[in-house]
Every structure is written in C-alpha cells, then in structure tokens.
C-alpha cells in the first residue's frame, strides 16, 4: 500500500509539470534551464550523499547525454504546447505515447514484430486525436506540438530501458539532465535571444519546486517503487497522469481551461485505451495460453 501511495504521488507530481510551466511566468525555454540545471546538480548532490561514483566509461557517458538531450527537446517541445494552447490539451497528447512506443521499441531492438492488439487500440486513439482536432481547432498547433513531444518522450523510454538495471539512477540522473540542459540552453540562445530572467518572488519557489520535487523527488521515488511493484502495476497507474494534469489545470485555473465537451470525450478515450490495454493484454494471453 505504501508503494503504491508513493507511486500515486510521483505520478501526480509529473502531472503537475504543465501547470507550473503556466504559472512561472519567464519564458519557456529559459524556464526548462533553470529546471533542468537545477536538477542536475540536485541528482549530483544525491549521487554524492549516497556514495554512487559519477564516473563511467566514455561510451556510456556519451550515451546518457545524449538521452539527455532527447529529454531536453521532449520537453521544449512539451512545454511550448502549452504555452501554445493549454495544459489539458498538452496533457491529452502525452497517453499517445504508449502507442509510439509499441511502434518504435520493435525497430529498436530489432525484432520488428507488432502485437494486433496494440496497433488497433493506437487506431482508436487516432480516431480521438482526430477528434480533438475537430472540435479544438484553435489548439492545431499546440496539440500537434504535444504529440511531437510524445514521440521523443516515447523514444526516451525505449532507449532509456536498456541502462535501468544496471546504472544508479541518480547517475543517470546527473548525465541525463546535464544533457537536456545542454539543449535548453542552446534553444534559448537560439529562440530567446539569450533574454536573462532572474527569478523571484513566486517564480523562484516554483522553479525550487519544479526542479527538486517533480523531478528529482519524483524520478527517484520512480526508480524506487519500481524495484518492488511489477511493470503492469507500474504502467496503470502512470497512464493517470493527464487525468490528475487536467483536474489539476481546471482546479488551479478555472474557466481558461475549461474545453468543449467533445475534447473531453477524446481526451477519455485515449486515457481509457491506454489504461485498458494492460488488461486486455492479460486476457488475450489467457485465452492464447487457454487454447493451446
């Protein structure tokens, strides 16, 4: 029960990302690298407090820069929608993602093999991202700048797999988040002219917050519980995101997120369809395993 309190709360933590990119005022990108720099140093600072050496091999270092990089770009891209539109319809992209990975992860490791199942809940949710565009129009480009967002992040997770088991999540951290903020701080060179906002009053305490608990806290607390619940416990709960996103949105700012109800239908059959696949994987199995 702990475990999954814990595992709720991270969640709701990352849930929670698109709301602060509303309401810390400096731009965008300049924003991701306070973010992203802060959190480097607090991965670091962990790392050192629990004795796991920053030092690897130059290959793997490389590597989780890179994946840094990748992660920066996500969330440029993610970020940018909702300043674009609104951050329930950010949030509505990101369930999508599960279907970019059932695509992506088959090339990746080479097996190049699609489950049916998969592929046809990814139609469905084609079908409501069609009609989000329908009936949200006015939001095309954010939307559209999401789903982007939601392929890069898709890539990051089936890359980001293979180094899990076998690298201290805090080093991970350290490389992968000194490499996204290696990205931001080029795209704000590049896209705001390197304009230098100092942080204060408020903003100061939601980039604190932004970069210690929904992202170090929350990363960690990830890498924790997943040591102990299985991935299909995991997956459910994490596909919960846009849901405590989107609640969280209209709570915190009423009437200028409030959609039309035909976003609101989309957006539930995409979370539906996501959260619904784990269990109908389950039962598609058990009846190929019944028959044999």
Known sequence: MRDLLKLHLVILAW??????????AMPAVEMLVWRTTLAALGFAMTARFMRAGLHL??????????LGV????????????ARLATASVSLAAMPTAMLWCSLIEPWINGTRRWRVLELAVGLVMLGAVWLIYEVEFRYWLGFSIALASAVLAALFAVVSKQYVARCHFAVMGTYQMSGAAMVCLAGWLWFEDGHVTVPTGLDLLWLLLFASVCTVWAYAGYMDVLRRLSMFTVNVIYNLEPVYGILLAALIFGSREHMSTGFYIGAAIIIGGVILVPWLERWVDGRAVGRR
């Open 15 to 24: 849930g929670f990302t698109a709301i602060l990119g509303k309401l810390i």
């Open 57 to 66: 091999p130059a290959a793997e270092r490389r590597k989780m820069l890179w």
């Open 70 to 81: 990748l992660l920066g770009l996500h969330w440029i891209l993610f970020f940018l929608s």
